[in-house]
């Protein structure tokens, strides 16, 4: 079997309640999204303002790195949710909001969701077990839509 379909099925054992299911297919992208907006609030230097890049321009390249690894299609969708998150952080900066106050509080509701979810599904997060899981959850959200595409991964 190969790696993504371990990490997908020891991911999906702790995933099975529906209402748990429809909290993490929000929540997952929602604290991907997130995460690269609180990363991107970290002051550069100067070389890095030099060039218009941020932290979070520099922590997706070994998440997708990673990501590829796993399956061409996953990286590929990453890519895709990667892009539009950098984007979306580019217009809340360009907004009268400080992109590190909404991600900050984004980032704890979509968390308290997460947790609520599991108390119904009465089984612990994933990452929990290994901290690996932090990056198969959007991997896991992918694979449903790419099944509804009949794209294989």
């Not at 590929?76 to 892009?83: F, G, N, R």
């Not at 580019?90 to 907004?95: F, Q, T, Y």
């Amino acid at each position: 079997m190969r790696q993504i379909e371990i990490l997908l099925n020891e991911y999906g054992h702790s995933h099975t309640n529906k209402f748990n299911i429809l909290i993490h297919a929000v929540a997952v992208p929602a604290i991907y999204f997130v995460t690269l907006g609180l990363v991107w609030s970290i002051p550069r230097p100067e070389v890095l303002v030099h060039f218009d890049v941020t932290w979070a321009h520099i922590a997706v390249i070994p998440m997708l790195i990673y990501y590829f690894r796993l399956s061409g299609p996953i990286g590929a969708a990453m890519t895709l949710l990667s892009v539009v998150s950098l984007y979306g952080i580019m217009l809340i900066e360009r907004s009268v909001y400080d992109v590190w106050m909404v991600c900050l509080v984004l980032f704890v509701v979509m968390w308290i969701l997460q947790f609520v979810g599991h108390k119904v599904e009465g089984k612990s997060p994933s990452f929990l077990k290994d901290v690996q899981f932090l990056l198969v959850g959007p991997a896991w959200w992918w694979v449903h839509w790419l099944k509804r595409m009949n794209i294989p991964y």
